[in-house]
């Protein structure tokens, strides 16, 4: 499993993005039983930057925590059968890693919404990236149901991972 995390700020976190992104994405793709070896980018950037991405991508102009950008189109979440069935660009030539997708967060999200909601930026920064891969495993939470099924899966990898609001 390869995840590269690249930081376009001058910010820091007070922790190592690259391994806490690494341990997260490794638990979902565990819980969600991914039979891949798997590749997932994830940028850290700024509020105005990830309005810019949000506007071009998705024509929303506003600010937001997360962007999720699958490379698959599943059938159903956590059906990872669709990378077979279409592998032209799903996998990487060169390490055969099928290619999840990429995130994008915004380092000034994770700061406010931390302080917002009275945990850790370790926590935050956690729960943005199971977030945003569960999204990459092909789940969504446009319904009730959708949503309270993405939360429990969020909230089980953090409390797997022994990363709690006090964290």
């Given amino acids: 499993m390869t995840s590269c995390v690249?930081?376009?700020t001058k910010k820091e976190?007070?922790?190592?993005?690259s391994e806490t992104a690494g341990q997260v994405v490794d638990a979902v793709l565990t819980m969600e039983k991914c039979p891949y070896e798997v590749c997932v980018n994830i940028l850290l950037t700024d509020n105005e930057r990830i309005r810019e991405y949000n506007k071009e991508y998705r024509q929303i102009?506003?600010?937001?925590?997360v962007l999720s950008f699958p490379n698959l189109a599943y059938k159903k979440a956590g059906d990872f059968s669709v990378a077979k069935e279409t592998q032209a660009g799903c996998f990487d030539f060169d390490t055969g890693e099928l290619i999840l997708g990429d995130i994008i967060i915004s380092i000034d999200k994770i700061e406010e919404q931390a302080k917002a909601y009275g945990?850790?930026?370790?926590?935050e920064f956690a729960f943005l990236v199971s977030h945003s891969m569960f999204h990459l495993c092909g789940y969504d939470h446009m319904t009730e149901e959708e949503a309270a099924l993405m939360e429990q899966k969020?909230?089980?990898i953090l409390q797997k991972l022994g990363i709690t609001r006090e964290g």
């Fill in 6 to 8: 690249e930081n376009e």
């Fill in 13 to 17: 976190l007070p922790f190592s993005a």
């Fill in 61 to 65: 102009d506003k600010e937001t925590d």
């Fill in 119 to 123: 945990h850790g930026m370790l926590r």
């Fill in 154 to 156: 969020q909230e089980e």
